[in-house]
């Protein structure tokens, strides 16, 4: 049960504006530093073919695109935003024949209609569920559509592992919960002084264990809205809900990464994404 209306902050005019201008926005996956850990995640390009995939919080379809170019039998790509939707639809163009289904809908209210039970191989998002108030119930509805999931859901709540030979995958990031957590100083980097009496740059954190809702200021707009919880709270809420955890990342730039971009140096000093895979227990 949700306590605050989804903001739905990607249909603001400026915020949508700022957000086109980011590498990732502007150069699809191959802007997004994080993308190949995912996609090893994912399987690579054979971990997509003939799967039936959803992808949760498409944004412009990066990814549902990339599975379908790959061999997706098809594609369910859903978000919160019509201005997303329809960025996403313009930059596919002839729709890849039809292999890409696109929806406009809240996940805080998705839920798995009968003829999608056990239909997905593989659910994937990214960058999505930290604007997820209850995730705990969007976790239980990604496991009723993942193939084995919804038919093994009696065995899991009688302690019973799945006896499904394919169990659907789960492949999702969120942004880390270091990066979410702070409330006052806010989410940036500070400048300290070393006993050297050397300037650093340290990021601040605070208010870890205190989850919940955090009003951040995001490209250059006030209110934004997200939804701090800890690695611990994410892993646990994956076991409760039937999930068995496969691969877990605190992801940050590799020194092959800060060579090739030297403004990403100081990005080691903590991560700023968590990427996660699970699989139907």
Known sequence: MTSVPTQNIY????????YSTLPRSEHGLAGAPEWPVLRD??????GVQDQMTLDLGCGYGWFARWAADHGAKRVRAIDVSEKMIRRAKELDG???????????RDLETLTAAEDERDKYDLVYSSLTFHYVEDLGRLLREIRSCLLGGSSSA????????????RKGRFVFSVEHPICTAPISPA???SLVRDETNTERKVWPLNNYSEEGLRVTSWLGTAGVQKYHRTVETYVSLLLENGFVLTG?????PS??????HPE?????????????????A
Do not use: Q
């Not at 002839?94 to 406009?104: A, H, L, S, V």
């Not at 065995?155 to 030979?165: D, I």
């Not at 000093?269 to 895979?277: A, G, M, T």
């Open 11 to 18: 249909n603001d005019p400026s915020f949508f504006n700022a």
């Open 41 to 46: 995640m994912v399987g690579g390009a054979s």
């Open 94 to 104: 002839e729709g890849r024949g039809g292999m890409i289904d696109y929806e406009i």
């Open 154 to 165: 009696t065995n899991f709540k009688a302690g019973k592992k799945s006896s499904s030979t």
């Open 187 to 189: 989410p940036d980097w």
């Open 248 to 252: 877990l990342k605190d992801w940050v």
């Open 255 to 260: 020194l092959e990464d800060v060579r090739a």
């Open 264 to 280: 990403w140096r100081e990005e080691r000093h903590r991560p700023y994404f968590l990427l996660v895979s699970a699989e139907i």
